[in-house]
């Protein structure tokens, strides 16, 4: 299929995109690298009035460190985050989910930013985000607001941005030396959106555990942290039998919809499975680090 008509604009600068997103009053759509937004206006299923293509605008671009965090400009490409040498040392498992992103030319087009404001849950940046608990900045017209996860997401591919925002950054917070980490995910075939996909954090001292974060990615209309299998974790320990306790919960605790690719039961039974896959990679690495 072919898409709509639509007007194109390549801004040179963030203001000039921002001074567009105004003009359109709500019908203009922002593209990034068009991984997502492409396919829906070739099956018809959004019809901007015009496309603000970001692609130009150099300053949105970028990974850096800054005050105790990674910050990636929201136009950097997938393919720079999944080799760049800071992500690796400082954000192993962002550059782990990376990985996991469909193919390599989605990679090399599709952005961090991009991939957040779609806000698909089955995808792994948002899971990201969420674990890390990281947050995004979007600019306006008005000025610029810092939104966590939890105000990001609001249900499947919506989020909080208003129609004249633009997202322009990513903060993660480095993880600390000697935490642990693992992302898993199960789809039909490599490169498939994920039918479930868990990321999980361990800090360790011994048998104890100082410090769980998880979150699930394809169970719900949003991320979801997983606090309920986290606190077994942290109150119960690594033992075998406590992360499987801790996967348990965090089976119960997720409320997945069903569809044409997994009935509801079988992704919360992929939920308990990957978890219990993801906590154990993640503190055999934190007993090693």
């Not at 949105?60 to 136009?75: E, Q």
Request: proline share 5%; net charge positive.
């Amino acid at each position: 299929m072919k898409p709509p008509r639509f007007d194109y604009h390549a801004p040179a600068s963030l203001d000039e995109a921002l001074a567009l997103l105004v003009r359109y009053g709500g019908d203009g759509k922002v593209v990034a690298g068009g991984q997502s937004l492409m396919p829906l206006l070739n099956f018809r299923l959004v019809r901007p009035a015009a496309l603000i293509d970001l692609n130009r605008i150099g300053s949105l671009a970028g990974i850096r460190a800054a005050n105790g965090h990674v910050v990636l400009g929201a136009m950097t490409r997938q393919r720079a985050i999944e080799f760049s040498p800071l992500v690796a040392e400082r954000l192993p498992l962002l550059r782990e989910a990376t990985r996991w992103v469909g193919h390599l030319p989605i990679r090399s087009r599709g952005t961090i930013g991009g991939s957040l404001a779609h806000a698909d849950p089955s995808a792994e940046y948002p899971a990201v985000l969420t674990v890390l608990d990281g947050e995004v900045v979007a600019r306006s017209r008005a000025g610029q607001r810092v939104l966590k996860a939890a105000d990001l997401f609001e249900t499947y591919l919506t989020t909080t941005l208003s129609p004249d925002e633009i997202l322009t950054e990513v903060r993660l917070p480095v993880m600390a030396k000697g935490t642990g980490w693992a992302f898993e995910e199960f789809a039909r075939r490599h490169g498939d959106f994920a039918i479930v996909g868990v990321a999980a954090v361990i800090e360790r001292q011994g048998e104890r555990c100082v410090r769980a974060r998880l979150a699930a990615a394809g169970a719900g209309p949003v991320p979801r942290r997983l606090r309920e299998a986290e606190a077994v974790l942290e109150g119960d320990g690594l033992g075998r039998a406590a992360i499987e306790r801790a996967a348990a919960r965090a089976g119960e605790a997720v409320d997945p919809d069903g569809d044409i690719h997994a009935s509801a039961d079988y992704r919360r039974n992929l939920t308990r499975v990957l978890t219990a896959r993801a906590v154990t990679r993640a503190a055999t690495r934190a007993a090693s680090r």
